[in-house]
């Protein structure tokens, strides 16, 4: 198994939080979290190099938080205040330093099998 699993997801009313997780296999210096809206290109949401603290992209910035659990070997996205425009399938993907950099879904080597949110008005 060199794929992450994902968990977690769901529907929310706005204003709402849920948390993804997602466990890896592996060592990589590069760990992060996309979303796909329906017929929307896959963005990049926060990420993490490895020894430096996560990055965030703007719409995530002060409501979603990246953080990590290095014994369990997974990840946590925490989302809070959601809004509709959140609505997507969530990713969590694996890959090498460049990937941290450039954050293009390209970079990365191994993606989660996508978990949907839902946010409701």
């Known amino acids: 198994q060199v794929s992450p699993v994902e968990s977690g997801g769901g529907s929310v009313q706005a204003g709402g939080s849920l948390t993804l997780s997602c466990k890896t296999f592996?060592?990589?210096?590069?760990m992060g979290w996309f979303r796909q809206a329906p017929e929307k290109e896959r963005e990049w949401v926060t990420g993490?190099?490895?020894?430096?603290?996560?990055t965030y992209a703007e719409f995530a910035k002060g409501r979603f938080t990246f953080s990590q659990d290095n014994i369990k070997n997974t990840l946590y996205l925490q989302m809070n205040s959601l809004k509709p425009d959140d609505t997507a399938v969530y990713y969590c993907a694996t890959g090498r330093s460049v990937a941290c950099f450039s954050h293009r879904p390209a970079d990365f080597a191994y993606w989660g099998q996508g978990a949907q949110v839902i946010v409701s008005s």
């Open positions: 592996g060592v990589f210096d590069c």
């Open positions: 993490i190099h490895v020894g430096d603290k996560p």
